[in-house]
């Protein structure tokens, strides 16, 4: 599967960025580099609008997760993550960003506003940020045992932290604790037959012609096992490979951390989703991948014990391994012209009204 637009998160897209042109050519010309940005079931629930000196983002919410993501928790983290690549991008081109979170406060969907500031050479640290946008990967395989830096973890809690969120490592002692609700939100996800169908609906076979959603490579399938996957993740029920899979991978990463926030709001989450991808591409940089528990956050109950076992007073918003693995392919992304709302029909795609308003803090 290939991606259908040039673009290389450092090296390889040919195209000059059109620095003589006005703002919406230049906000154009970084939307490939928004759209790298990870997304729950890589359902890529986000729309841009530029007009002007303006791009608009929205949440995209006929691609929300109704199951696994009631309300929209994790469509607004995507949405941020989204929004970062683009700052880390127009920082490499040259421009500081200005951003205006609106992300809970509109019910149109508006996540947030981003403008295109005074011309600026990236720093170092910036480049480095850049060049992990087209290299960063969710990885689901074992990582092999080398340990994370200690001084890199810091790096990144101090990231994190400049960027709004608060990251912190899951302690030792609580790992056994925590794998255990890992597991538990995947027993109680697997019950589910409306959780199994819609992760069936958004799983892809290797050859799939579909531009979102998890192929089965992404989880080590063969073309044809991938094929058959999305007929049996219909079927199965109860224990789950999965569930074997993740409890291993918590208790015995070497790195497991949290990405917590003070506030449980959508402009909190847009926040979180902009930390934790300033964390992923540091970590990228790094030679580092990432891989996701969000059965333990999706499931609420489950979610209130995962707070208390970690002695959190804010609130978990994503909890991930890092390590070191092997390198992955990509995973497929939508072309850019469907993820643009044209402002000269205004009607492509419809607008998006995200329940957000119905979200409990
Ligand atoms: C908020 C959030 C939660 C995620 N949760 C999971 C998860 O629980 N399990 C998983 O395998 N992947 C998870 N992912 C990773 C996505 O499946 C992945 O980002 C998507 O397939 C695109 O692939 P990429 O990250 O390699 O670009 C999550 C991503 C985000 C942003």
Known sequence: M?????????????????????PAERLRFLLPYAILAPSRHNAQPWLFEIEGPELRLYGDWRRALRVADPQGRELVIACGAALYNLQVAALHYGHATSVEILAGSRKDGLLARLTLEERRP??????????????????RFAFDA????FGLISALVREAADQGGCLRVVDRTVRPAVAELVAEG?????????????LATWSRSNQASETDGLPGYAN???????????????????LSAEERR????????????????????PAAW?????????????????GLSASF????VEVAPVRARLREALGELGFPQVLFRLGFGRPLRPTPRRPIELVLRSMSTGAQPQAIVLPMAAAKP
């Open 122 to 139: 990236p720093t170092p640290q910036d480049e480095q940020l850049f060049a992990a946008i087209g290299v960063r990967r969710t990885n």
């Open 246 to 265: 993740d409890r291993h991978y918590a208790l015995n990463t070497r790195a497991l951390l949290t990405l917590c926030s003070h506030n449980d709001t």
């Open 293 to 296: 528990f969000s059965q333990a």
């Open 146 to 149: 080398r340990e994370v830096p």
């Open 220 to 238: 080590g399938l063969s073309d044809s096992a991938s094929v058959l996957h999305r007929v049996l993740v219909r079927l199965r029920r109860g």
């Open 186 to 198: 995947d027993r109680q996800q697997w019950a589910s037959a409306r959780f199994r169908s819609e």
């Open 2 to 22: 290939t991606m259908r637009y040039p673009v290389d998160g450092g090296g390889g897209r040919k195209s000059v960025f059109p620095a003589w042109a006005g």
């Open 270 to 286: 847009f926040v979180a989703g902009q930390s934790m991808q300033r964390v992923l591409l540091r970590a990228a940089a790094n």
